[in-house]
């Protein structure tokens, strides 16, 4: 997939170009942000700029480097994309900022890559350490270009005291997904909480029943898409959707899930007020810090198959780093990440966000929630996140509006998967 981006700067600063109007944003993500002393080591001052869900891990690590002080900011993702392109089109990105791997996003790694604004970080030790099938997601015609410390689930975060009260297990098929929805349902609770207002969240369904519905039967799936002979249209995503909608029309769903926001989502399943939510396990903390207790929450696969054997996972490279290639502090900003890099600093990052270490040695542990999805990813029943392997970043915002008019009603599973498939196709 890699292979065909060029640089393309002018591109990527007419897209910036577009988002002039909010160049004033990025003064208010400081504000959500602060400082981190460095411990009176060095003399240069980085600024960072996140998304909300690295905040944890990286206020505890840039407090930990001595080499460096630091100026950090954290928003939500819409608004960082949105502000972090105009900075980068502007010239004055900061040192160090968020990058999403692969290419489906508007700052992910691919698409920043084109306007060869992202600086080389091949030569440091930590890149040796990724995994043969994840290089994809880090790497451009060979060089490594985001940090990342390691691999995140998609599944249902689940209450626990609601499912024992209910009297039901976590599910190990479709079928059994749909008794347990119905009998949390005739308990009075809310089986699934769909935040899909915040659009990020409209995917997360779609992206835990494709692979089975999809990958599971036809693992060449995305060489297939990209070299034109398969489709949206005429693969299990039609499936999906179905499953998807079939959700919403037995009632499982929270009243108005497109009026309904990440956080409604988090506080309902927290307090227990709803079950479950389909959601990415980097999202834990949040869930976590709304219950009562953290021992509260558990976490499975969602099943998007009538037999177990026919469960797939998708499993994704977490959001990470990069280093503007026209940082004056350059130099600094990539000793900043060859220390991420080490072992004990990529532990302390997939703790915080409870996600599975790039590499793991005899110091690492998982988070236990995280335990149902190993036997998938250690035998081989594991995808990348869909949006990683398409061709541009508008197929996702597609994927997201396409949900959200299918909850509203407002168009068909036929039209919706016709219209991302010629967004797909789309010639940049």
């Given at each position: 997939?890699?292979?065909?981006?060029?640089?393309?700067?002018?591109?990527?600063?007419?897209?910036?170009?577009?988002?002039?109007?909010?160049?004033?944003?990025?003064?208010?993500?400081?504000?959500?942000g602060g400082s981190s002393g460095a411990g009176g080591g060095g003399s240069k001052t980085l600024r960072l700029v996140g998304v909300s869900d690295q905040q944890k891990a990286l206020d505890e690590l840039t407090k930990l480097y001595t080499q460096a002080k630091f100026t950090t900011s954290y928003a939500p993702t819409d608004q960082v994309e949105t502000s972090l392109r105009t900075q980068l089109g502007a010239g004055n990105a900061p040192d160090v900022h968020v990058v999403y791997p692969g290419n489906g996003s508007a700052m992910s790694m691919a698409q920043i890559a084109q306007a060869g604004l992202l600086a080389d970080l091949s030569s440091q030790s930590w890149t040796q350490l990724i995994p043969a099938n994840?290089?994809?997601?880090?790497?451009?015609?060979?060089?490594?270009?985001?940090?990342?410390?390691?691999?995140?689930?998609?599944?249902?975060?689940?209450?626990?005291?609601?499912?024992?009260?209910?009297?039901?297990?976590?599910?190990?098929?479709?079928?059994?997904?749909?008794?347990?929805c119905a009998k949390l349902k005739k308990a009075g609770v809310v089986p699934i909480a769909l935040g899909a207002q915040t659009a990020w969240i409209t995917q997360l369904i779609t992206?835990?029943?494709?692979?089975?519905?999809?990958?599971?039967?036809?693992?060449?799936?995305?060489?297939?898409?990209?070299?034109?002979?398969?489709?949206?249209?005429q693969s299990g995503w039609r499936d999906a959707f179905t499953m998807y909608l079939d959700l919403q029309k037995r009632g499982f769903f929270n009243?108005?899930?497109?009026?309904?926001?990440?956080?409604?989502?988090?506080?309902?399943?927290?307090?227990?007020?709803?079950?479950?939510?389909?959601?990415?396990?980097?999202?834990?903390?949040?869930?976590?810090?709304?219950?009562?207790?953290?021992?509260?929450?558990?976490?499975?696969?969602?099943?998007?198959?009538?037999?177990?054997?026919?469960?797939?996972i998708p499993a994704g490279v977490v959001v990470g780093l990069g280093?503007?290639?026209?940082?004056?502090?350059?130099?600094?900003?990539?000793?900043?990440?060859?220390?991420?890099?080490?072992?004990?600093?990529?532990?302390?990052?997939?703790?915080?966000?409870a996600c599975i270490p790039l590499h793991r040695d005899a110091s690492s542990t998982i988070d236990p929630v995280l335990e149902p999805f190993l036997p998938f990813i250690e035998g081989n029943k594991a995808v990348p996140f869909m949006d990683q392997a398409w061709p541009n970043a508008e197929v996702q915002p597609t994927h997201f509006a396409v949900v959200q008019e299918l909850l509203a009603g407002k168009t068909t599973i036929d039209k919706g998967l016709a219209k991302m498939d010629q967004v797909y196709r789309k010639k940049s």
């Open positions: 997939m890699t292979s065909r981006f060029e640089p393309d700067r002018r591109g990527f600063l007419r897209a910036a170009g577009g988002l002039a109007a909010v160049a004033a944003m990025p003064a208010a993500l400081v504000a959500c994840f290089k994809s997601a880090f790497q451009v015609q060979g060089k490594t270009l985001i940090y990342s410390a390691g691999s995140s689930v998609i599944g249902a975060i689940y209450n626990k005291k609601v499912f024992q009260k209910a009297g039901v297990q976590p599910p190990k098929t479709w079928t059994e997904l749909l008794d347990v992206y835990a029943l494709v692979p089975s519905t999809v990958y599971a039967k036809n693992p060449q799936f995305d060489s297939q898409m990209q070299a034109g002979s398969a489709s949206f249209a009243d108005n899930p497109n009026g309904t926001t990440f956080e409604q989502q988090t506080s309902m399943v927290a307090t227990g007020k709803a079950a479950m939510a389909v959601q990415v396990s980097a999202v834990l903390p949040d869930f976590r810090k709304a219950a009562s207790s953290p021992d509260d929450l558990g976490m499975f696969p969602f099943p998007g198959a009538d037999s177990a054997d026919g469960v797939w280093v503007s290639a026209r940082s004056r502090n350059a130099d600094a900003a990539k000793a900043f990440i060859e220390f991420l890099g080490k072992q004990e600093n990529i532990n302390r990052w997939a703790a915080a966000v």
